[in-house]
């Protein structure tokens, strides 16, 4: 058991000092390898993927602007289908299901972007400086 037990802190103490060497690597050297990346980087090609111009932000803004779209032409899709009912209990029950389910889809989208918001913001270090591609 003591046998064990010196070979498992050998093995800590070893990783510790590997572990402390390479991160105190030579800065040139990540600056040339930061260089090489910019240099690999295509023209228009985005550098970052999270925060306010981020490729997730973009996707998901977009998304949320396409849904939020449907759902107002849905609520007056269901307005007219109220208005043109005339009277008849399954049509307006239809229209105001109609009405219903899209401002549930409203509700859902808002809440989407706010949760999209909350998680980018959270696993983007310092709180919205944004990831890049290296």
Do not use: C, D
């Not at 990783?15 to 040339?32: K, W, Y």
Request: avoid cysteine; charge should be positive; glycine fraction near 14%.
């Amino acid at each position: 058991m003591k046998k064990i037990i010196s070979y498992f802190t050998i093995s800590a103490l070893s990783l510790a000092t590997l572990l402390t060497v390479g991160f105190s690597a030579n800065t040139s050297a990540q600056s040339a390898i930061q260089q090489g990346v910019e240099a690999a980087r295509g023209n228009g090609t985005p550098s970052t993927l999270f925060g306010g111009s981020g490729v997730i932000t973009t996707i998901t803004n977009t998304l949320l602007f396409v849904a939020g779209a449907l759902a107002v032409i849905m609520i007056i899709i269901g307005g007219i289908r109220y208005a043109t009912s005339g009277g008849n209990a399954s049509n307006v029950t239809a229209a105001k299901n109609t009405i219903l389910y899209a401002i549930v889809g409203l509700i859902i989208a808002f809440l989407a972007f706010a949760i999209v918001n909350w998680v980018l913001g959270a696993i983007t270090p310092g709180g919205g400086a944004g990831f890049t591609n290296v």
